[in-house]
């Protein structure tokens, strides 16, 4: 069973920083496609950024510029630095990875952490 944590988020000011963290146990994140995901109030789930076991990576349009998503496999932590934050950016930030087990797909989810951007 794979387990991933989210830390890092919190309250920040418009213009700031903050570098959220996803811990996996159960599993190496070695050869696994990881990501981040956000959901507003009242709005649906979406893709910030994603990171493929080879650090190819892809952002969606509106962080483009501000966040980097990156990787440390050897503490099996996914990291995504928010530079230049805005009120937009609120929302609960979820981590993701797939691993397949016996050929078998398995879709994991962190409990998210919170971030709030005032202005």
């Known amino acids: 069973q794979v387990q991933l944590v989210e830390s890092g988020g919190g309250l920040v000011q418009a213009g700031g920083s903050l570098r959220l963290s996803c811990a996996a146990s159960?599993?190496?994140?070695?050869?696994?496609?990881m990501g981040w995901y956000r959901q507003a109030p009242g709005k649906q789930r979406e893709l910030v950024a994603t990171?493929?076991?080879?650090?190819?990576?892809n952002y969606a349009d509106s962080v483009k510029g501000r966040f980097t998503i990156f990787r440390d496999n050897a503490k099996n932590t996914v990291y995504l630095q928010m530079n230049s934050l805005k009120p937009e950016d609120t929302a609960v930030y979820h981590c993701?990875?797939?691993?397949?087990?016996?050929?078998?797909?398995?879709?994991?989810w962190g409990q998210g952490t919170q971030v709030t951007v005032s202005s």
């Open positions: 993701n990875g797939v691993w397949y087990f016996v050929g078998k797909k398995y879709d994991y």
């Open positions: 159960g599993s190496s994140i070695r050869g696994i496609a």
């Open positions: 990171i493929t076991s080879g650090i190819i990576t």
